[in-house]
């Protein structure tokens, strides 16, 4: 069973910065599109920004310019950079890890992350 571990989240200003972490396995970060998603009190859990195994990423139009999402395969991490925290941006984080097709009839695998609170007080 492969484990995702967030880290990184907290208290922070508006107008602060905040780096969040996820580790993962050597094996998951080989293949997987990994993204980050949040969930704020009353709302549905929505994507904030992803990125594929080859470095390619996209983003929610709501944090375009502000945040920025990275991984580092070889130390099996992704990174978000958040930048400019508005109070919106208050949510609990989550990474994900999609591994794709794994064989011929389309299975998939996909994880989850326990996620870290990320609060922005105005």
């Known amino acids: 069973q492969e484990q995702l571990v967030e880290s990184g989240g907290g208290l922070v200003q508006a107008g602060g910065s905040l780096r969040l972490s996820c580790v993962g396995s050597?094996?998951?970060?080989?293949?997987?599109?990994m993204a980050w998603y949040r969930q704020a009190p009353g709302k549905e859990r929505e994507l904030v920004a992803s990125i594929t195994s080859g470095g390619v990423a996209s983003y929610a139009d709501s944090v375009l310019g502000r945040f920025t999402i990275s991984r580092d395969n070889a130390k099996n991490t992704m990174y978000l950079q958040m930048n400019t925290l508005k109070p919106d941006d208050t949510a609990v984080y989550y990474c994900h890890a999609d591994t794709g097709p794994l064989n011929v009839e389309g299975s998939r695998l996909t994880y989850w992350g326990q996620g870290t609170q990320v609060t922005v007080s105005s």
């Open positions: 050597r094996r998951l970060f080989g293949r997987a599109l």
